[in-house]
């Protein structure tokens, strides 16, 4: 965390200001915070060993209630009579694909969701891969979404600043030349934490109006797809534009080249903070506070990095990443 206050907590009780008490699922991030916090630091086999407490619960519950797991069961060898091993885990369980998570529907799905894990919801990828899927997700995905956003956030950036979103929307959204603005960032574990003002513009914007648009509401941070903010400082670059307050440009969604960050900081003199996510497994990754590494997020998702015959990649080596996330019982994706 960079060297500022500690943020605030909001209090969502009549009478309360300082110390802050906050609403339910608000307290829930908290609690996830604060162990965050500590997590962080763990030795890695102390942290490969409670990902497998987790996990060892997820395949009991799937193989109990979910019809595509409970039918594999046998032909995979699965014993639930003992803990399994990550070494029997990656050897056991087959990769699952997104073309089988598409054709399996709702054989994916439990039959019976805990429901101390609220309300389900669907979401859909973006399809980059050319394969757009869609996923059963709980409210407790949701407060683990904001969990890490606000980690992010406070390992990155002051939330008593200014925020600026330029990222797609539908055509009739936060249209130049106003887009649209917030008294708060919105994400900040379900407001748990007092935070400064936003701004959120439609991505569909030609990219001299949103240059515009950026030095009208001058922000302190500007999150943005890479390609766009690549765009807008090529315009930058030729029309000699600088952004007065601009400390940082925080990337998402798409592939992060070396040459963005290159010209954000040569041309806007602001670095470039990257997370790597996906809608179906929630954060995989985040930027390191101290270098432009990123920092798998452990507490939430178990991730393999396999080469094409299906080992585990050594330090430099480049292979596919497969993912198990940790919280999501209404349809657990087993080494996606």
Known sequence: MADRRP???RSALAGMAWPGLPARHATYSLALLYQLEHSQWLPAEDILSLQ?????LILRHAFETVPYYRAQRDEWGIDLDHAITPEEYCQQVPILTRAE???LGDDLLSTDIPQSHGKSGSVF?????GMPIKVIKTELTETFWNAFTVRDHLWHRDPNLKLASIRPLPDNEAVYPEGKSFENWGGMAGLAFANGPSTLL?????IQDQVKWLQRIDPDYLLTYP?????IAIHCERNKIRFSRLKQVHTISDLLRPEVRKICREVLDVPVVDVYSGAEVGYIALQYPESENLHIQSESVFVEVLDENGNVCRPGEVGEVVITP????VMPLLRY
Do not use: D, E, Y
């Open 7 to 9: 943020p605030q907590v």
């Open 52 to 56: 497998f407490r987790q996990i060892n």
């Open 101 to 103: 998570v598409q054709q």
């Open 125 to 129: 990828t973006s399809g980059s891969t």
């Open 202 to 206: 439609n991505i569909g914007t030609r």
């Open 227 to 231: 390609g766009n903010i690549q765009a």
């Open 326 to 329: 940790l919280h999501n019982l």
